[in-house]
Nanobody
Framework: QVQLVESGGGLVQAGGSLRLSCAAS????????MGWFRQAPGLEREFVAV????????NYADSVKGRFTISRDNAKNTVYLQMNSLKPEDTAVYYC???????????????WGQGTQVTVSS
């Protein structure tokens, strides 16, 4: 019922920045909390950040606190992940996710994007 499409990934040097975007379509009212996850080859998917419907609440993984910022523009049905001070260990496929569930913070996500590759070189 909700389609998510990520964009903005690419190659960047350590210390650089990227901004990822995730555009939602379909039943966007089902996209309450929205989050970002990432997965490196051979590793399991891990949580990165999440934002509430109104943008007033955010959570971040400890590994990205102070470097990444999640935001959203509901008029554009889009969530962003601003990534600064990137490190090689940030290299992964980044996935956007959404949930209509009311619980905060979310524990389960119902919809997922296809992912966008972020590669950070040293």
């Amino acid at each position: 019922q909700v389609q998510l499409v990520e964009s903005g990934g690419g190659l960047v040097q350590a210390g650089g920045s990227l901004r990822l975007s995730c555009a939602a379509s379909g039943r966007t009212f089902s996209s309450r909390a929205m989050g970002w996850f990432r997965q490196a080859p051979g590793l399991e998917r891990e949580f990165v950040a999440v934002i509430s419907w109104g943008g007033g609440s955010t959570n971040y993984a400890d590994s990205v606190k102070g470097r990444f910022t999640i935001s959203r523009d509901n008029a554009k049905n889009t969530v962003y992940l601003q990534m600064n001070s990137l490190k090689p260990e940030d290299t992964a496929v980044y996935y956007c996710a959404a949930t209509p569930r009311a619980r905060w913070p979310p524990q389960l996500y119902d919809y997922w994007g296809q992912g966008t590759q972020v590669t950070v070189s040293s």
